[in-house]
């Protein structure tokens, strides 16, 4: 593995809120639950902050703050002037964390947000329909969660403007891209679109190298991908493109809910060898929908995690990211959390996986 960064924990919009954060959350919960990462061996946090038009853990006068309801329990804090991104930020700092924001660049929770009576997303999304993608596949769940269109100019200007806000207003260590939801363009097209996404993943880091240059230290930017190369350049994602001309720092291919215990991480591998481009293949909670539906949300042992790691190592992986590690469902498991985050300090090493 190259580089000292090992350990990569992402935070979705909802999970920590829904499952770990009381209501309301104070500023002390915050930093009791960035200290809990910082213990468990994390070396990049990064909390999403942008998802379905909407703003999370930070308000904004230009964008709108989640509807959600799960969301209404960081307002006590926001209506003190306090940004829990802020607060969140600062922690990890102190604790020696990198610390980044994530960018939902599509989300397909809409289909949830419209159960909850809130609509699948911001005003942006819901009051232009001829920006969104009117035919996809994945059924109802696909249809009312909104997909925006990235053919059009207006849709890529709008989400490059809330990542360049939160450069502009937070002291972040960088950006993550998450482009492993289910649509970007219509169906059949996203291969000969892929310089439109491109140019989007250009503007935010040419972003970030310039307000780095201004900071006086580099700004990271990665990308939250599918697990195979053929589903990225099918929905438009050009990783080849990305990784060598160096618009990227570093990718993290997974599946969008189960860990992938046998994806051909190589292929990445071999496009990120040559390059600064480093390779974080992620652990997700569950192996499949049956351990998650059938047997009672049971996660990954740390068994299976290690057998996992050991593919990810031999395939030619940087480390490892964690994607919302052991917290939705898999929460009501020994060793419960926060003790479950520790499993991660267990696989930053190749060489202490291989000997478990």
Same mark, same amino acid.
């Given at each position: 593995?190259?580089?000292? %960064?090992?350990? +990569? $924990?992402?935070?979705?919009? #909802? *999970? +920590?809120?829904?499952?770990?954060?009381?209501?309301?959350?104070?500023?002390?919960?915050?930093?009791?639950?960035?200290?809990?990462?910082?213990?468990?061996?994390?070396?990049?946090? +990064?909390?999403?902050?942008?998802?379905?038009?909407? /703003?999370?853990?930070? %308000? *904004?006068?230009?964008?709108?703050? &989640?509807?959600?309801?799960?969301? %209404?329990?960081?307002?006590?804090?926001? &209506?003190?002037?306090?940004?829990?991104?802020?607060?969140?930020?600062?922690?990890?700092?102190?604790?020696?964390?990198?610390?980044?924001?994530?960018?939902?660049?599509?989300?397909?929770?809409?289909?949830? #947000?419209?159960?909850?009576?809130?609509?699948?997303?911001? *005003?942006?999304?819901?009051?232009?329909?001829?920006?969104?993608?009117?035919?996809?596949?994945?059924?109802?769940?696909?249809?009312? #969660? /909104?997909?925006?269109?990235?053919?059009?100019?207006?849709?890529?200007? $709008?989400?490059?403007?809330?990542?360049?806000?939160?450069?502009?207003?937070?002291?972040?260590? !960088?950006?993550? @891209?998450?482009?492993?939801?289910?649509?970007?363009?219509?169906?059949?097209?996203?291969?000969?679109?892929?310089?439109?996404?491109?140019?989007?993943?250009?503007?935010?880091?040419?972003?970030?190298?310039?307000?780095?240059?201004?900071?006086?230290?580099?700004?990271?930017? !990665?990308?939250?991908?599918?697990?195979?190369?053929?589903?990225?350049?099918?929905?438009?994602?050009?990783?080849?493109?990305?990784?060598?001309?160096?618009?990227?720092?570093?990718?993290?291919?997974?599946?969008?809910? $189960?860990?992938?215990?046998?994806?051909?991480?190589?292929?990445?591998?071999?496009?990120?060898?040559?390059?600064?481009?480093?390779?974080?293949? /992620?652990? @997700?909670?569950?192996? *499949?929908?049956?351990?998650?539906?059938? @047997?009672?949300?049971?996660?990954?042992?740390?068994?299976?995690?290690?057998?996992?790691?050991?593919?990810?190592?031999?395939?030619?992986?940087?480390?490892?990211?964690?994607?919302?590690?052991?917290? /939705?469902?898999? +929460?009501?498991?020994?060793?419960?959390?926060?003790?479950? @985050?520790?499993?991660?300090?267990?696989?930053?090493?190749?060489?202490?996986?291989?000997?478990?």
């Amino acid at each position: 593995p190259r580089g000292d %960064r090992r350990i +990569i $924990y992402v935070s979705d919009p #909802s *999970s +920590i809120v829904r499952h770990h954060l009381p209501d309301p959350v104070s500023e002390g919960d915050l930093r009791g639950w960035v200290d809990d990462l910082a213990d468990a061996g994390t070396d990049t946090f +990064i909390q999403e902050a942008y998802t379905q038009g909407w /703003t999370v853990y930070w %308000r *904004s006068e230009r964008f709108e703050y &989640d509807a959600r309801p799960q969301h %209404r329990r960081f307002l006590p804090l926001l &209506d003190t002037g306090v940004q829990p991104l802020e607060v969140l930020l600062d922690q990890s700092h102190r604790r020696g964390m990198e610390f980044m924001a994530g960018i939902r660049v599509n989300d397909d929770h809409g289909l949830v #947000s419209v159960r909850q009576g809130v609509g699948a997303g911001s *005003s942006f999304i819901g009051h232009n329909p001829q920006w969104q993608i009117k035919e996809t596949a994945g059924g109802a769940r696909a249809i009312l #969660s /909104t997909y925006m269109d990235f053919t059009f100019q207006e849709v890529r200007d $709008y989400v490059f403007s809330a990542a360049e806000e939160i450069v502009d207003r937070f002291d972040v260590d !960088g950006l993550e @891209l998450c482009v492993r939801d289910q649509a970007y363009f219509p169906e059949e097209t996203g291969r000969e679109r892929q310089p439109l996404m491109t140019e989007l993943v250009g503007r935010v880091s040419e972003m970030l190298r310039e307000a780095g240059e201004a900071r006086g230290r580099k700004l990271v930017l !990665g990308t939250r991908v599918y697990e195979s190369l053929q589903e990225c350049q099918d929905q438009g994602l050009d990783i080849p493109t990305w990784t060598t001309e160096g618009l990227v720092d570093y990718i993290s291919p997974q599946d969008v809910q $189960y860990t992938a215990v046998n994806a051909q991480f190589e292929e990445f591998a071999e496009l990120t060898r040559g390059t600064e481009c480093a390779l974080y293949p /992620t652990l @997700l909670t569950w192996t *499949s929908v049956r351990a998650r539906r059938r @047997l009672a949300d049971r996660p990954m042992s740390l068994d299976q995690q290690r057998a996992a790691a050991q593919n990810f190592y031999g395939a030619g992986a940087d480390g490892l990211a964690f994607y919302n590690h052991m917290v /939705t469902g898999a +929460i009501e498991w020994a060793p419960f959390y926060p003790m479950m @985050l520790f499993d991660m300090d267990e696989l930053r090493d190749p060489q202490r996986v291989a000997q478990g």
